[in-house]
């Protein structure tokens, strides 16, 4: 909105000062940060991408998975199982589509848009699954307790990194589009809680393995980085494009 002292405005500052200067470096340094934490999780994936295909883990896998389950009783199982409900077929699907409709019908096309490419780059895992076909958890071997039955690779987890990638997109859309209201802190409370919990409970429910996990979140954390660098990209031409648009408040 012109005269709207103090919003910001996604593209950042146009003209010869955005391109040196004080202003110029700062917005390299900026621009740097995350695509440093980008390369430091692919290159993480990497690293434990390998170390299972080399069998190097199984230690570690298994001391992780019977420190979780070493924690018994309803109300931890009730959890779990409620966290890892989101991510399976067909509710994940419904869920996620709802969202993106509804992006769209409240004019938040683009989006809505990227919605759909985070929750369509986090299918990621199924090629990757095709090339590791790491065998899942065992139930009774070494210990081990599988709640539920699950097939396929192990590795990775696909709802790691579904949760990664399309939760950690409406964590920033929530926290840079929505009111400062309580119903905000809810859904970044909620966002965050699942993301945070959807590893603990793969391995809980004997679904994965704790590599499996691990990797899925650096390698969404990867996706996700990207998405959001196309999204900042666009969202600026849409500003630019579109007259006497309303600009974000600074967060």
């Known amino acids: 909105m012109a005269g709207n002292a103090g919003a910001f405005d996604p593209a950042g500052p146009t003209g010869p ?13 900026r621009g740097q940060r995350p695509l440093l ?3 430091l999780t692919l290159l993480g994936f990497a690293i434990v991408m390998v170390l299972v295909l080399l069998g190097d883990t199984t230690g570690l896998d298994l001391g992780v998975t019977r420190a979780l389950q070493s924690v018994r009783g309803d109300a931890p199982l009730a959890i779990m199982q409620g966290v890892s409900w989101f991510g399976y077929s067909p509710q994940v699907y419904i869920i996620e589509g709802a ?16 919605a759909l ?21 065992v139930d009774g071997l070494d210990g081990v307790i599988v709640y539920g039955g ?8 696909g709802h790691v990194l579904n949760f990664v990638v399309f939760c950690g997109f409406l964590i920033y859309l929530t926290y840079t ?22 590893g603990p409970s793969r391995i809980y429910l004997g679904q994965h393995w704790f590599t499996d996990t691990l990797a899925s979140y650096l390698l969404g954390t990867t996706i996700l980085l990207a998405v959001l660098a196309l999204y900042r990209l666009a969202k600026a031409r849409q500003v630019h494009a579109t007259p006497n648009a309303e600009t974000i408040p600074a967060r």
Do not use: H, N, W
């Not at 969202?99 to 990227?114: D, G, H, N, P, S």
């Open 17 to 29: 000062d955005a391109a040196s200067g004080q202003v110029g470096r700062r917005a390299l340094r």
């Open 37 to 39: 934490v980008a390369l």
């Open 99 to 114: 969202i993106i409709i509804r992006l769209a019908l409240t004019r938040l096309r683009l989006e809505a848009a990227f």
């Open 117 to 137: 490419l985070a929750a369509l780059s986090s299918l990621a895992y199924v090629l990757i699954k095709g090339f590791a076909r790491r065998p899942r958890p």
């Open 150 to 157: 699950a097939t396929g690779s192990s590795f990775p987890s």
């Open 177 to 198: 589009l929505a009111p400062p209201r309580p119903p905000r802190v809810a859904i970044l409370t909620f966002l965050t809680a699942l993301i945070v919990l959807v």
